[in-house]
Nanobody
Framework: QVQLVESGGGLVQPGGSLRLSCATSRNIFSFNGMGWYRQAPGKQRELVARIISSGGTNYADSVKGRFTISRDNAKNTVYLQMNSLKAEDTAVYYC?????????WGQGTQVTVSS
């Protein structure tokens, strides 16, 4: 069974930074890709950033230039560095992975941007 364990969420002031981590029980190259989604209250879950097995990345327009997704292959961990945070970034952030069998989700970590 695939486990995705997120950490790093919390409360931060506007303009601040946070780094989320997602550790997996499997070799990250066994997935087609991994990424981060978020869901704010009353809104649909949306893709924030994704990194595929080749290392290519893509980002939601709303976070381009502020967020960076990266990975540590030796630790089987994917990170999301979030800078210049805004109130509208407040949401539960979920780690996601996919392979031929299906999709896998972490339990979510709350990010709250507020003064």
């Amino acid at each position: 069974q695939v486990q995705l364990v997120e950490s790093g969420g919390g409360l931060v002031q506007p303009g601040g930074s946070l780094r989320l981590s997602c550790a997996t029980s499997r070799n990250i190259f066994s997935f087609n890709g991994m990424g981060w989604y978020r869901q704010a209250p009353g809104k649909q879950r949306e893709l924030v950033a994704r990194i595929i097995s080749s290392g290519g990345t893509n980002y939601a327009d709303s976070v381009k230039g502020r967020f960076t997704i990266s990975r540590d292959n030796a630790k089987n961990t994917v990170y999301l560095q979030m800078n210049s945070l805004k109130a509208e970034d407040t949401a539960v952030y979920y780690c996601h992975a996919a392979d031929r069998r299906g999709d896998y989700w972490g339990q979510g970590t709350q990010v709250t941007v507020s003064s």
